[in-house]
């Protein structure tokens, strides 16, 4: 660091002000939950962890996540391929639209999704000639995620395709390349740091997800309980020492496989087959 | 150039050779594909929201509406939101120009900090302030002897609130204010102009429609906020019930018509606040564009 301050003012009002609010907003809080966690009993704690609704409840909440992820990674780069590149109708108000979950209530998505794959929802009735029950399943549980999740990937991917100079493309087509081979041999690669990101991001969000999930998910132990209810269940329950393990757990995990995805994606974002 | 909702100009990108784009037919069969998409997962749910809102006719729509316990959440909301928006835009300049302004140790550090409530459940979140202020947390006893309510009471709302939505300001601003540099701020320093001046005249102009745009963000989130809310509220009817948990409670009760009545307001602020992001949005692209 050079330690130049510039010749502007204001930092340490700035800087104490910043410093000031997120101890008493963050930093004393996330103590409380670290605090706490150290006073409650070992065994307690391990029972709460090792149960099997917590468990359930976890591989739940994982899974879901994970599984809406991906489905918002290939339709994420499906949709921002086809708002980048192709021409319909109504094209610009689709592409409005795709950040409705970012400013739609996550409760207003829950009654909504419940109602539309419902037995005789709109499109339920469809799934259940078919034999498909959404509503009250796990299933449930990845539409409210994929909803959730739907803008981050076409969001990072939609900048780079649009920056991504049409030269290298001609290039591959005048050297006798295919669409689908410069696809997948020059377009992807380059997509694929941003689809990572938004991809993590995605899953990020799924995992904590609360207000879009319970409705559709019918909150059954063992089978679609995701873990913030079940922290929810255990608060209402005054288990205080119960929801504080299952939190601090859950948090543990998340965090440690987000920052796994993001190293794994800054290393894809440096390829070897620049050089 | 960038129009509201995004998208090149019709006609062109279509104007690629041949050899660069895809046989009509790829394009067509893609091009449903993410439509159905769309279709299933945003159109549908909007639809379905005003669909079931309007089902029982115009009278039932405004008695769901203009319902006392309504009226009350609708109330309670806006008063929260009216104090979580100004404090988190007052967080956001601040930590935007501390990091943006200036060199410091520790910088990505506090960057990620700010960024963090983004990675917590919000049902977590709501718990932190449980576990300070609920009546077996922290403070808890001491707050009982004193008859202080947070918990289960507007403090608790705000606060789990002010925590979920805290990053959104600050998100916004720091790559605003980091893509446009210090050079204007120098100059009016070294001119003469004092602090306060300068940041009145010169960065506030420089970044309104990324503050326009971190408060409209910022309001949409407090006003939607449910899991964290949820966590402290205690659901009492009238009295801690925000506009979502209102929506939450009626959905419960099977009065199906009343709660997408009232989801249809959240519904369409939230059709409000994509407009306006479009809006902003396509001034940037204006200002862009100018230069």
Known sequence: MSGRRGVLPGFGLAMGFTLWYLGLLLLIPLGALVLKAATVDPEKFAATITSGRTLAAFRLSFGAALVAACINGVFGLLLAWVLERYDFPFKRLVDGLVDLPFALPTAVAGIALTTLYAGNGWVGRHLAVLGVQVAYTPLGVVAALTFVGLPFVVRTVQPVLRDLPAAIEEASASLGAGRLQTFFRLIFPELLPAAATGFTLAFARGLGEYGSVIFISGNMPMKTEITPLLIMIKLEEYDYAGATAIALVFLAISFAILLAINALSLRSAHPVRRG | ?291
């Open chain 2, 1 to 291: 150039m960038r129009l509201p909702f995004g998208g090149p100009k019709r006609g062109e990108k279509t104007g690629r050779p041949r050899s660069l784009n895809e046989p009509p037919l790829v394009r067509g069969l893609l091009t449903a594909a993410a439509l159905i998409f769309i279709l299933l997962f945003l159109l549908l749910p909007l639809g379905i929201v005003f669909t079931k809102a309007f089902g029982e006719g115009w009278s039932m729509y405004s008695r769901s509406v203009f319902e006392p316990y309504a009226l009350r959440a609708i109330r309670l909301t806006a008063l929260t939101t009216l104090i979580v928006v100004p404090l988190n835009l007052l967080f956001g300049i601040a930590a935007a120009w501390a990091i943006s302004k200036f060199d410091f140790r520790g910088k990505n550090l506090l960057v990620t900090a700010i960024d963090l409530p983004f990675s917590i459940s919000p049902v977590i979140s709501g718990m932190l302030f449980i576990l300070l202020f609920g009546a077996q947390g922290f403070f808890g006893p001491w707050l009982l002897e004193r008859g202080i309510k947070i918990v289960f009471a507007l403090p608790s709302i705000v606060l789990a609130t002010l925590f979920v939505t805290s990053p959104l300001v600050a998100r916004e601003l720091i790559p605003l204010m980091r893509s446009q540099g210090s050079e204007e701020e120098e100059m009016a320093v070294t001119l003469g102009a004092s602090g306060l001046q300068t940041f009145l005249k010169v960065s506030i102009p420089k970044m309104k429609w990324g503050l326009f745009y971190g408060v409209i963000l910022c309001s949409a989130r407090s006003v939607g906020e449910f899991g964290a809310v949820s966590v402290v509220s205690g659901h009492i009817r009238g009295l801690t019930t925000t506009v979502p948990l209102h929506v939450e409670m009626l959905y419960n009760e099977y009065q199906f018509t009343a709660a997408f009545a009232v989801a249809s307001l959240l519904t369409m602020l939230a059709l409000v606040t994509l407009v306006l992001k479009g809006l902003v949005e396509w001034r940037a692209s204006l200002r862009d564009e100018g230069r």
